[in-house]
């Protein structure tokens, strides 16, 4: 009796994600068309969009689903900022931006090679109410509900703080890809750490 593949029991939708995912990782989200994701989660382009309105919004749903998710620990730390210190919060948020920018590089980096296309991407993003831009509006919530709490210097600028951290943990995943090593020269904790403190000490 032949044995029954476990992945067609998997829902039309996950198996979607999984191919836009693994196919966005290895050849970019530019170079990746619809069709390639229906035919690699066997299903048709009409299906797949049933489930997404666009390519851009399937690539959020990678993002979001697939890649460590990084709004909702900051929308969580924003409701109740003194669960722990400041230092372990802004830790956890280093750390899980750092793996976070480290895995949608490779899918987004095509984006940038052609400006017009950049320009599209960017367009139908702010349709949809995404962009690269969330993660620091997300933490800057969260430094502002610190601030509220009395845990961070009153007249600190949020926003700038949050671009700073999130700076930081993209330039983590661009620069070391291209050293010889090709990692950065400090592990993942002992970098997260070392970001928030050096962040705190500004926000005193």
Same mark, same amino acid.
């Given at each position: 009796?032949?044995?029954?593949?476990?992945?067609?029991?998997?829902?039309? +939708?996950?198996?979607?994600?999984?191919?836009? &995912?693994?196919?966005?990782?290895?050849?970019?989200?530019? +170079?990746?068309?619809?069709?390639?994701?229906? +035919?690699?989660?066997?299903?048709?382009?009409?299906?797949?969009?049933?489930?997404?309105?666009?390519?851009?919004?399937?690539?959020?749903?990678?993002?979001?689903?697939?890649?460590? +998710?990084?709004? @909702?620990?900051?929308?969580?730390?924003?409701?109740?900022? /003194?669960?722990?210190?400041?230092?372990?919060?802004?830790?956890?948020?280093?750390?899980?931006?750092?793996?976070?920018?480290?895995?949608?590089?490779?899918?987004?980096?095509?984006?940038? *090679?052609?400006?017009?296309?950049?320009?599209? &991407?960017?367009?139908?993003?702010?349709?949809? /109410?995404?962009?690269? &831009?969330?993660?620091?509006? /997300?933490?800057?919530?969260?430094?502002?509900?610190?601030?509220?709490?009395? !845990?961070?210097?009153?007249?600190?600028?949020?926003?700038?703080?949050? *671009?700073?951290?999130?700076?930081?943990?993209?330039?983590?995943?661009?620069?070391?890809?291209?050293?010889?090593?090709?990692?950065? @020269?400090? @592990?993942?904790?002992?970098? *997260? !750490?070392?970001?928030?403190?050096?962040?705190?000490?500004?926000? /005193?």
């Amino acid at each position: 009796m032949p044995t029954e593949d476990p992945t067609a029991r998997r829902p039309t +939708r996950a198996r979607i994600l999984d191919a836009a &995912h693994e196919l966005m990782l290895s050849l970019g989200m530019a +170079r990746t068309t619809t069709k390639e994701i229906a +035919r690699a989660a066997d299903c048709s382009e009409a299906a797949l969009y049933k489930y997404f309105a666009s390519k851009q919004e399937l690539f959020v749903a990678v993002l979001g689903e697939r890649l460590p +998710r990084l709004g @909702p620990l900051m929308e969580r730390l924003a409701r109740d900022p /003194g669960a722990r210190s400041v230092e372990d919060n802004l830790t956890e948020i280093a750390r899980v931006a750092a793996l976070f920018y480290e895995q949608s590089f490779p899918i987004a980096a095509s984006l940038y *090679a052609e400006t017009q296309l950049k320009l599209r &991407h960017e367009d139908a993003q702010r349709q949809i /109410g995404a962009g690269p &831009h969330l993660p620091i509006e /997300g933490l800057a919530d969260y430094l502002r509900a610190e601030q509220r709490a009395g !845990r961070i210097r009153a007249e600190a600028d949020a926003f700038t703080a949050a *671009a700073l951290l999130m700076g930081a943990c993209c330039q983590r995943a661009f620069a070391y890809d291209a050293t010889e090593a090709g990692r950065s @020269p400090q @592990p993942l904790d002992e970098f *997260a !750490r070392a970001a928030a403190r050096t962040l705190l000490a500004g926000l /005193g």
